[in-house]
């Protein structure tokens, strides 16, 4: 079955400590993208990608950091400068030729920082 | 500034009976819109959509209406069942920029009881 998947699906942090989220996608997506869910809110956009090797930041990239080596795979760094990063994280991705804004997402990564 | 609003953070409906949710936007440039429905600790899944050239579309019990003038928009559920039971996200993308690139609501928790 195709789709996305991200790990860990729980984390703990120490503030101070970076922590690197997983996300992989064998949809043979192009686009990948981090959101970003706060209790209450909306998702934000961190971060997308739309070919390897290149990425844009989003609303709140502020403390996130992200690489895109392989088509298959965008993973997101949540860095100490982060301020506030205890919340749910999602990855998303489209296909591109499909035309259609529709994205599909993994099942979320939630971040605790103690 | 929260481009598109979900003003109703829960609503509970009995089954069998009809389930409106409401949602507004303030960007006259969104073009396309979704709705996706999401689980506790999952990723939303995308549930139904529509385009600003059309009023209305359908799928089985799901339908949209979108009222432009108004910039609003609603997503009707009929009948109602308690496995659609979940947090509905209304979202936005406007012509000009990013695909994928999504402006959502805060979500409306819909609950629907025997």
């Known amino acids: 079955d195709g789709g996305i998947t991200q790990s860990p699906k729980y984390l703990f942090r120490k503030e101070g400590q970076n922590v690197t989220l997983s996300c992989e996608q064998n949809?043979?997506?192009?686009?990948m993208y981090w959101y970003r869910q706060d209790p209450g809110q909306g998702l934000r956009l961190i971060y997308y990608?739309?070919?390897?090797?290149?990425?844009q930041k989003g609303d709140i990239a502020e403390g996130y950091s992200v690489s895109r080596e392989k088509k298959e795979s965008f993973p997101l760094t949540v860095t100490s400068a982060q301020k506030n990063p205890t919340a749910f994280y999602l990855c998303?991705?489209?296909?591109?030729?499909?035309?259609?804004?529709?994205?599909?997402f993994g099942a979320g990564s939630r971040l605790t920082v103690l | 500034d929260q481009q598109v609003k979900q003003n109703s953070p829960s609503l509970s409906v009995q089954e069998g009976r009809i389930s409106i949710l409401n949602c507004d936007y303030t960007?006259?440039?969104?073009?396309?819109f979704l709705w996706y429905k999401k689980y506790p600790a999952e990723g939303p899944t995308f549930l139904i959509s529509i385009s600003s050239i059309k009023d209305k579309n359908e799928d089985g019990r799901f339908t949209v209406f979108l009222n432009k003038s108004a910039k609003h928009l609603s997503l009707h559920i009929v009948p109602s069942q308690p496995g659609d039971s979940a947090v509905y996200f209304c979202?936005?993308?406007?012509?000009?920029?990013?695909?994928?690139?999504?402006?959502f609501g805060r979500g409306t928790q819909l609950t629907v009881w025997p």
């Open positions: 979202a936005a993308s406007d012509r000009g920029s990013t695909l994928g690139r999504l402006y």
């Open positions: 960007n006259s440039m969104f073009d396309y």
């Open positions: 990608s739309q070919i390897v090797n290149d990425f």
């Open positions: 949809l043979n997506h192009d686009a």
């Open positions: 998303a991705s489209i296909l591109v030729s499909s035309g259609a804004n529709v994205l599909t």
